[in-house]
């Protein structure tokens, strides 16, 4: 799969849960929304030919620091960590 047929599939899962999905599934796809576009913002700025999986690392590395400064509570982090494991597959 290409770097941009990647970022399609996110954002039409994360998409799909505005209409199906839960109000844990919205919080959890618009706070993940937010740090996958701004880590391959920061990444497409560096890289000319971005790569799916360093993409992954880096989202995954926005997370943990989100989570290490405090802004999820426990169960919140497991439903963000656990959907962006879901759709980053």
């Keep these: 799969m290409a770097y941009?047929?990647?970022?399609?599939?996110i954002q039409t899962q994360?998409?799909?849960?505005v209409v199906t999905?839960?109000?844990d599934d919205l919080f959890a796809s618009g706070y993940l929304q937010g740090?996958?576009?701004l880590s391959a913002g920061q990444y497409?700025?560096?890289?000319?030919?971005p790569k799916i999986d360093e993409l992954k690392v880096r989202v995954k590395a926005s997370l943990?620091?989100?989570?290490?400064?405090?802004e999820l509570n426990p169960q919140d982090q497991a439903l963000v960590v656990g959907l962006w494991?879901?759709?980053s597959q």
């Design 44 to 49: 497409e700025l560096e890289e000319a030919e």
């Design 35 to 37: 740090h996958v576009s």
């Design 64 to 70: 943990n620091k989100a989570i290490e400064a405090g």
């Design 21 to 23: 999905g839960s109000d």
């Design 4 to 9: 941009q047929q990647f970022l399609d599939n």
């Design 14 to 17: 994360l998409d799909d849960l």
């Design 85 to 87: 494991e879901r759709v």
